[in-house]
């Protein structure tokens, strides 16, 4: 990795049932959220390779080593699956934009995994924006973003005494043009973390003959298409 020019790291949790899409486990149960969580992680690994296609690097940033060990024996082996052991997200958005920084990545996009429809094309973007941007944010239709990317370690957008999901896309913003840095918005897209982003992901899906091919799949085989 060191020396590449672009890298897409994903922040992601191991599948584990119990502790995967824990908000959807009152829908779905334990077993289903995981394994729904499974397959939107790989959709998304295929979706970034289609947009970098073959010019830049995926990794995959996770919370704990024995996160690390699920996520090894699930994603391609070409992708590297490093565990932050900071605690919190944004711990770990703190580290994933250093540590590939720090390894000679000139433009570092990070991820969410539970976006698994978002279009190519928005990654693509994000990359082009970074050409005269110092930060860009790809916002999620509940206040948060499925996206932030930057050329540099930007530590003070990482670090909150009190953070509101519901509007830290726009804090984030605030915060980096506070800070003098020039901040690309991309279009709104979704992550999948609630029962309403279930149904979101499930109606998309029934209206649209491609895309998320293993959640589509999983979904189908639920009963859920």
């Not at 922040?11 to 959220?33: F, H, S, V, Y």
């Not at 994933?96 to 429809?117: E, F, M, N, R, W």
Request: some cysteine.
């Amino acid at each position: 990795m060191i020396g590449t020019q672009r890298v897409v790291a994903i922040m992601a949790k191991g599948p584990i049932a119990g502790r995967a899409k824990t908000r959807l486990i009152p829908l779905l149960g334990p077993e289903q959220a995981a394994g729904l969580y499974r397959q939107m992680l790989l959709d998304t690994v295929d979706l970034v390779a289609e947009a970098l296609d073959g010019r830049g690097a995926i990794s995959i940033v996770c919370p704990t080593t024995a996160d690390q060990v699920v996520l090894q024996q699930l994603v391609p082996a070409w992708a590297q699956v490093i565990a932050h052991e900071r605690g919190d997200l944004m711990a770990g958005l703190n580290f994933g934009l250093a540590y590939h920084t720090g390894h000679g990545c000139d433009q570092v996009i990070l991820l969410d995994g539970d976006s698994p429809t978002l279009p190519a094309d928005y990654l693509r973007a994000a990359f082009d924006a970074l050409a005269e941007a110092q930060v860009v944010l790809g916002p999620t239709l509940d206040g948060g973003y499925y996206l932030i990317g930057a050329c540099q370690p930007q530590p003070a957008l990482f670090s909150w005494e009190r953070l509101d999901g519901a509007t830290v896309c726009r804090q984030t913003q605030a915060r980096a043009e506070a800070g003098g840095a020039r901040v690309a918005l991309l279009s709104p897209w979704y992550d999948v973390d609630t029962a309403e982003d279930f149904d979101r992901l499930v109606d998309e899906l029934g209206a649209r003959a491609d895309g998320a091919p293993r959640t589509r799949r999983f979904l189908r085989q639920g009963g859920h298409l």
